[in-house]
């Protein structure tokens, strides 16, 4: 190749380069640029984040369970601040009191964050009276999560948590609700009817959950 035929090939290199990005530039500032999602984490709170139907439930008042054959989630939006709710949810020794068909609750072991807790279950099906023990071992984390397990008890298994969220209902304000989850696998042991025990159980969530609101409220007054 001479040097000309060289030289207009150099230059013609050059010439698709420049034109390459000059094309790119002319593309970038053509094509409308697409709104950036700035503010997309406003709108990412733990209600934000579940489906439309549930978010609406719980900006109603109303309780949420999903779930089924023993593997629940109930969850409750409060007015209140987390510390009035972590209160209320390890008050383990007064939690008979306002909790429906919990006839004793008592700590058996207290190591700050660790606990073992006793907890006894009475209520009527089908005009008969039905008593269940529970004890439990409670692990609490940074006052926002409560995970516990059987180690004893008149269930096969029972295992979960208990989970508090702050929520802002404004945006770039600071949160005044709380976002409630109860997260449980509850298994019944070989005599008990498997479908009357996850039906009796799935229904007792939501009262569960509508005590522990009621109970935060009348201490916050």
């Known amino acids: 190749m001479s040097y000309s035929q060289k030289l207009a090939t150099k230059f013609m290199t050059k010439l698709s380069t ?6 790119a530039i002319a593309i970038s500032c053509s094509v409308p640029t697409m709104p950036m999602p700035a503010h997309a984490d406003l709108f990412d709170g733990p209600v934000d984040r579940l489906p439309s139907v549930q978010r609406d ?46 006839s004793s609750s008592k700590i058996l072991e207290n190591r700050g ?7 006894v279950d009475s209520r009527q099906v089908f005009l008969v009276p039905i008593v269940s023990r529970t004890k439990l071992a409670i692990t609490e984390t940074n006052r926002r999560q409560i995970d516990f397990r059987l180690i004893d008890g008149d269930l ?3 295992e979960g948590y208990w989970k508090i969220e702050p929520v802002s209902t404004v945006p770039r304000r600071p ?36 005590a522990i609101k009621k109970e935060v409220k009348n201490r916050t007054k």
């Open 175 to 210: 949160p005044t609700q709380v976002l409630i989850t109860y997260s449980i696998n509850a298994q019944p042991n070989g005599s008990t009817p498997a479908d009357a025990f996850y039906s009796i159980f799935k229904d007792a969530l939501g009262d569960t959950l509508q």
């Open 57 to 102: 439930s719980l900006r109603k008042g109303q309780t949420v369970v999903t779930g089924d054959r023993g593997k629940y989630v109930a969850r409750v939006l409060v007015t209140a601040s987390p510390d009035a709710v972590w209160r209320v949810l390890t008050d383990y020794g007064n939690l008979y009191k306002f909790i429906p068909n919990m």
């Open 18 to 23: 420049g034109s390459a990005i000059f094309m």
């Open 113 to 119: 964050d660790r606990k073992v807790i006793e907890q």
């Open 156 to 158: 096969a298994k029972m």
